[in-house]
Structure formats: C-alpha cells, structure tokens
C-alpha cells in the first residue's frame, strides 16, 4: 500500500484546518506547537501546578494532565484556578481513557479533551471471541451513542478533542478485522472521525501513538491518506509512547 508522504527526502506542511485550543490555535500556517504532559498525581494539586509552572518555562503551548476519574476533574479545575490566578493561560488537555461520563465532566473544565478510541467505548470482547458482521455494526452505533453527549458538550463549551489511536490499545474487534497494525490504528481514528463528521464536529485534532516510531510515523501517513479520500482532514498530534 502507498502511504501519503510528499516527499521522503524534504519538508513541507500539511495544509490542515484551524484548530483554536482555549487562545494556541493549531494547524493552519500555524507554527508546530510543543505539548508535553505531567506525571504528577492529579489529585495533588500543589505538585501538579509546579509541574505545568515548569512546562510552561520552557515553552510548552500545551499540557496534558491524566484524568482518570471524576475526582482528578475536580482537581484538574482547581490546578487550571490556580495556573490562571498565576497569569498563565496556558490550554489544558485531559487525558481521559475509559470513561465518557469523565470525558463529558472534564469538556466542560480544560480546554481539550483526549480520548483513545480503543478503550473509550468500544466493548470489551475475549481475544478467542469471533465477532459478526451484526455485532461489529452495532458496536459502531453503540459508539456513535455513547459520543454523542461529549460531542454536543465540547459544541457548548468549545473544547477540542483529540482523538488518539494508542497501538498498544487497540480493540478486540479493530485487531480482529486489521490486526495491531497501522491499518488498524487508522480506521479506529477514522470510525470516530465519521461518527463526529456526522454530527457536524469538525474541532478536532488526531494522533498515531506508539512506542514504536516507524509505526507512528506509518500509521499517520496512512491516516493523512484516509483523511484525505474521505474529506475528513485535521491537525495531527505527533507522539511516541
């Protein structure tokens, strides 16, 4: 298969839309930005701040904070009180794994919200489970579901989402189909993607994540691929696990 990619030997940027994350846009002739994440406790709030303090020294325009749970959203508010009581108006991005009701709670506190899309819905099946058609059909519609709400929450309160496919984390019925490969960390991103374009969201950014970097760099040639055959195209997130 080609992958997408101008030229292997030169630089040029992808021209993407514009992404405004809290007052960093992204994409667009924007510069790249600098993201990088705390590994603090969020529930401790004073080393999380001091963490960010220092992040934001060194010129991240973003920071990523865990956010497991709905307790550490309420932490998540405090830290981003006390980083604007600071002056800083850094953006804030959650990162949120398994829970909607915790990603749906933290759009409405930071300024994007990240979710993986192989353990943020999608059913938990065994490996030796074969899945049908049907079932693979309605797993979808339960997605687009289960979505939705965050979706219409990050409308209201303008949060990005980031929509991170993790080749460690993929589902039992992506692997299925795709196997733990590019293809399907691409088509985990693109199935949130349509579900999203379909409820007319396009604040949007997406990532190819994994501690492999011939497979991140891959797998988001790829994506860029599939997001431009579908009309579907949004800043990337670069990242190795």
């Given at each position: 298969?080609?992958?997408?990619?101008?030229?292997?030997?030169?630089?040029?940027?992808?021209?993407?839309?514009?992404?405004?994350?809290?007052a960093v846009p992204l994409g667009g002739k924007h510069p790249v930005?600098?993201?990088?994440?705390?590994?603090?406790?969020?529930?401790?709030?004073?080393?999380?701040?001091?963490?960010?303090?220092?992040?934001?020294?060194?010129?991240?325009?973003?920071?990523?904070?865990?956010?497991?749970?709905?307790?550490?959203?309420?932490?998540?508010?405090?830290?981003?009180?006390?980083?604007?009581?600071?002056?800083?108006?850094?953006?804030?991005?959650?990162?949120?794994?398994?829970?909607?009701?915790?990603?749906?709670?933290?759009?409405?506190?930071?300024?994007?919200?990240?979710?993986?899309?192989?353990?943020?819905?999608?059913?938990?099946?065994?490996?030796?489970?074969?899945?049908?058609?049907?079932?693979?059909?309605?797993?979808?519609?339960?997605?687009?579901?289960?979505?939705?709400?965050?979706?219409?929450?990050?409308?209201?309160?303008?949060?990005?989402?980031?929509?991170?496919?993790?080749?460690?984390?993929?589902?039992?019925?992506?692997?299925?189909?795709?196997?733990?490969?590019?293809?399907?960390?691409?088509?985990?991103?693109?199935?949130?993607?349509?579900?999203?374009?379909?409820?007319?969201?396009?604040?949007?950014?997406?990532?190819?994540?994994?501690?492999?970097?011939?497979?991140?760099?891959?797998?988001?040639?790829?994506?860029?691929?599939?997001?431009?055959?579908?009309?579907?195209?949004?800043?990337?997130?670069?990242?190795?696990?």
């Amino acid at each position: 298969m080609q992958y997408y990619c101008n030229s292997l030997t030169s630089y040029s940027r992808l021209a993407t839309p514009e992404v405004s994350i809290g007052a960093v846009p992204l994409g667009g002739k924007h510069p790249v930005r600098v993201q990088s994440m705390t590994n603090t406790p969020t529930e401790n709030i004073e080393a999380t701040v001091q963490q960010c303090l220092q992040l934001i020294e060194v010129g991240c325009a973003y920071i990523r904070i865990t956010t497991p749970s709905i307790r550490d959203v309420q932490s998540l508010l405090k830290i981003k009180e006390q980083l604007r009581l600071l002056g800083h108006t850094t953006p804030l991005i959650a990162d949120v794994h398994f829970s909607p009701v915790v990603a749906e709670e933290a759009a409405r506190v930071v300024e994007k919200v990240r979710i993986n899309p192989g353990n943020y819905v999608d059913k938990r099946v065994a490996s030796t489970t074969v899945i049908s058609e049907l079932e693979y059909s309605l797993e979808l519609e339960r997605i687009h579901e289960r979505i939705a709400p965050l979706i219409q929450i990050c409308k209201t309160y303008g949060t990005v989402l980031r929509i991170g496919s993790n080749h460690g984390s993929l589902s039992q019925r992506i692997i299925q189909r795709y196997g733990n490969t590019p293809e399907g960390m691409v088509e985990a991103a693109m199935e949130f993607l349509r579900i999203c374009d379909s409820l007319s969201f396009r604040n949007i950014v997406v990532s190819m994540k994994s501690s492999n970097t011939r497979v991140m760099i891959q797998s988001t040639r790829l994506l860029v691929q599939k997001m431009h055959a579908e009309n579907l195209l949004f800043p990337l997130h670069l990242g190795v696990t």
